[in-house]
């Protein structure tokens, strides 16, 4: 993960309302803590023309040969390039072919990090030369053409890199195949602005990190044969901005085809809940998206309708990286161009990319931001911030019913009722929702990761209170994360070994279930999931855990 990167000062925020202030900050703080951390068909011809053993370092894309590196129980390639350098009139362009090269490129080192400001714990980055992918396999396979699995990563929507996620041990035990792409993050990836519509876009501006996103699964499609992949089954997965990112290719019709299964991981992809303030990374209309980039762009100086896109390239990227979490923020743009519809809407409607779904949450998923934003302010919540959070957030006919129900002395702390309210009711009762709507129109299997003594991070201060099966716990089940411990005890280990059956069955047959692993039902149309915790994994009821009766009494 070396890579030639430039620090820059994190620079001055626009002033915010308190409310939106503190949302903004709990997510952008939250999503930082998390970066550290067709079946049969004939081969191309540039594939074919390069049989290999399993064990192959060296594979011929479309591009060129590369030269990956052999681990243990895996074959690693990094920093192989899907799409042209998008920079100088390619910045708020859609993703273009990228350049083939002559002898063997050297893929043992991942390519460089999307743009992205400094945060609490990633290093900042100005190279916008980042469209890059990674794949790892088996090293031995048992022969035929393996499923193929796309990691989408999250973080916002403006910060991170698909090279955080080690899939060593998803790709070896699972016998899949993991591609993990960047894709442009912040400003340089979602900034909606009239100015960029069409010209170099192929849709309208607001969407190109998500454009990116198809361009690798294009790749696949045209390359995953080469290095023993079946392109006619292909998984996509993400968690937290790459779970709403896979939400959102679920909706895009120009998604129609490029995979065969989704797994939505604490993925927000509707946000009627959140509200005065949405987290940045939900889809968001147009016109709320268009006004926040005519606002940026006067703020860099760009505010003339007619120069303003050769004005916005000319700006360098440092300087404009730093306007990512600004106010509205980073995430999908929704209305025409690629995203004629919400993800929401889209699954509503029935008019999505219809193929079976595994989604599900943590249990405990608002502990992370609530710690997050603790250590980012060295304050601890304190009841009265508490109530003062609850009266930014809800109605006032509904805070003193709020905090009967969820009163401080049931909790370890201020903080830990703050999580909780915001886990049920922005989390645990929207995901319910959610599943009923999907298993209407697509097989769905439902989860909830609940490890209460899921390992903490190694880079984040703990909280006066547990930090149970907080958001983004289940990541290090999955993935070696060097933010993240990994798991500890010896049931934590089976839960991964568990998770990582339960993945790779479904991307290999659109089932988890097989290999003497308990039984995981379809998600029908009650309240019912999947428990993944060490102690129990089996049923249980996701509404009545977060307390969905009271919040339907509340309307919300």
Same mark, same amino acid.
């Given at each position: $993960?070396?890579?030639?990167e430039?620090n820059?000062?994190?620079g001055r925020?626009r &002033?915010r ?5 503190r949302?903004g900050?709990?997510?952008?703080v939250?999503?930082?803590a998390l970066c550290?951390?067709?079946a049969?068909?004939?081969?191309p011809a540039?594939?074919?023309? #390069? ?5 192959a370092t060296?594979?011929?894309?479309e591009?060129?040969?590369?030269r990956?590196r052999?681990? *243990? ?9 899907y799409?042209?350098?998008?920079v100088?009139e ?7 072919? +990228?350049?083939?090269?002559? =002898? ?13 400001a400094?945060?609490?714990?990633d ?6 030369d980042?469209?890059?992918l990674?794949? *790892?396999?088996p090293?031995?396979s048992s022969g035929?053409r @393996?499923?193929v ?5 999250g973080? =916002? %929507? ?6 955080l996620?080690?899939?060593q041990?998803?790709?070896s035990?699972?016998n899949?195949i ?7 993050l912040?400003i340089f990836?979602?900034?909606a ?10 849709n @309208?501006s607001?969407n190109f990190?998500l ?12 390359n995953?044969a080469?290095?023993g992949?079946d392109?006619g ?7 937290? #901005? ?12 120009g998604?129609a085809g ?16 959140w509200s005065p =303030? ?6 968001l209309p ?7 980039g ?11 309708p007619?120069?303003?896109?050769e004005c ?13 979490d ?5 995430g999908?743009?929704v209305?025409?161009?690629?995203l004629p ?5 889209a699954f509503a409607a ?7 779904v595994?989604?599900?949450? *943590?249990?405990?998923?608002h502990?992370l931001f609530?710690a997050?934003i603790e250590?980012a302010?060295?304050? &601890?919540? *304190?009841p ?8 930014a ?5 509904e805070v003193?019913?709020?905090?009967e129900?969820?009163?401080v002395g049931r909790?370890h702390s ?6 909780a309210?915001?886990?049920d009711w922005?989390?645990g009762?929207?995901v319910r929702?959610q599943?009923?709507v999907?298993?209407a129109?697509?097989?769905l299997? +439902? ?11 190694t ?5 006066d209170f547990?930090t149970g099966?907080?958001?983004g716990?289940?990541?290090?089940y999955?993935f070696a994360?060097?933010? @993240?411990?990994g ?11 568990t $998770?990582i ?7 290999s047959?659109g089932?988890p279930?097989?290999?003497?692993q308990?039984q995981w039902?379809p %998600?029908r ?7 993944? +915790?060490?102690a129990?994994i089996?049923?249980a009821d ?7 009766? %009271? ?6």
């Amino acid at each position: $993960m070396k890579q030639q990167e430039q620090n820059h000062e994190s620079g001055r925020r626009r &002033p915010r309302s308190e409310t939106a202030r503190r949302l903004g900050v709990v997510v952008a703080v939250a999503v930082l803590a998390l970066c550290a951390a067709g079946a049969g068909a004939a081969a191309p011809a540039w594939s074919r023309s #390069a049989s290999r053993s399993p064990a192959a370092t060296v594979v011929t894309t479309e591009y060129g040969e590369v030269r990956g590196r052999l681990a *243990t129980n895996a074959r690693i390639f990094q920093g192989i390039p899907y799409a042209a350098p998008p920079v100088g009139e390619l910045r708020w362009a859609s993703p273009q072919p +990228a350049a083939s090269w002559t =002898g063997i490129r050297d893929a043992t080192r991942p390519g460089n990090r999307c743009a992205q400001a400094e945060g609490l714990i990633d290093r900042a980055s100005s190279t916008e030369d980042c469209l890059y992918l990674n794949v *790892t396999t088996p090293r031995h396979s048992s022969g035929g053409r @393996l499923p193929v699995m796309v990691w989408i990563h999250g973080n =916002g %929507f403006i910060s991170g890199a698909g090279s955080l996620y080690d899939a060593q041990q998803l790709a070896s035990s699972g016998n899949v195949i993991v591609v993990s792409p960047n894709y442009r993050l912040g400003i340089f990836g979602f900034l909606a602005h009239p100015a960029l519509d069409h010209g170099p876009a192929r849709n @309208l501006s607001g969407n190109f990190g998500l454009e990116d996103q198809q361009a690798a699964l294009q790749w696949v499609q045209r390359n995953a044969a080469a290095f023993g992949g079946d392109p006619g089954n292909v998984t996509i997965f993400g968690e937290s #901005a790459g779970g709403t990112s896979v939400c959102a290719q679920l909706a895009a019709p120009g998604s129609a085809g490029l995979f065969q299964k989704a797994i939505v991981q604490s993925g927000q992809c509707a946000g009627r809940r959140w509200s005065p =303030g949405p987290p940045t990374w939900f889809p968001l209309p147009r016109s709320e998206r268009e006004q926040h980039g005519v606002e940026v762009a006067a703020k860099v100086g760009c505010s003339d309708p007619v120069t303003a896109a050769e004005c916005l390239r000319a700006k360098p990227a440092a300087e404009l990286a730093k306007w990512s979490d600004d106010g509205v923020g980073s995430g999908p743009t929704v209305g025409d161009g690629m995203l004629p519809l919400s993800p929401e809407g889209a699954f509503a409607a029935g008019r999505f990319n219809r193929v079976p779904v595994i989604e599900g949450i *943590t249990r405990d998923e608002h502990r992370l931001f609530t710690a997050a934003i603790e250590a980012a302010t060295g304050q &601890p919540t *304190t009841p009265a911030g508490y109530r003062e959070q609850l009266d930014a957030l809800f109605p006032a006919s509904e805070v003193e019913r709020i905090l009967e129900r969820y009163p401080v002395g049931r909790f370890h702390s201020a903080g830990e009722a703050l999580s909780a309210v915001v886990t049920d009711w922005a989390w645990g009762c929207a995901v319910r929702d959610q599943n009923r709507v999907l298993a209407a129109n697509t097989p769905l299997y +439902a989860y909830e990761f609940a490890d209460e003594s899921a390992p903490w991070f190694t880079t984040l201060a703990k909280p006066d209170f547990p930090t149970g099966a907080f958001h983004g716990a289940e990541l290090q089940y999955l993935f070696a994360d060097e933010q @993240l411990p990994g798991p500890v005890t010896a049931s934590q280990r089976q839960l991964s070994a568990t $998770m990582i059956e339960y993945w790779a069955r479904f991307a290999s047959t659109g089932d988890p279930n097989g290999g003497g692993q308990p039984q995981w039902l379809p %998600f029908r149309s009650g309240d019912h999931v999947q428990s993944l +915790a060490p102690a129990h994994i089996g049923s249980a009821d996701l509404a009545r855990e977060h307390q969905c009766t %009271f919040w339907e009494s509340l309307g919300g």
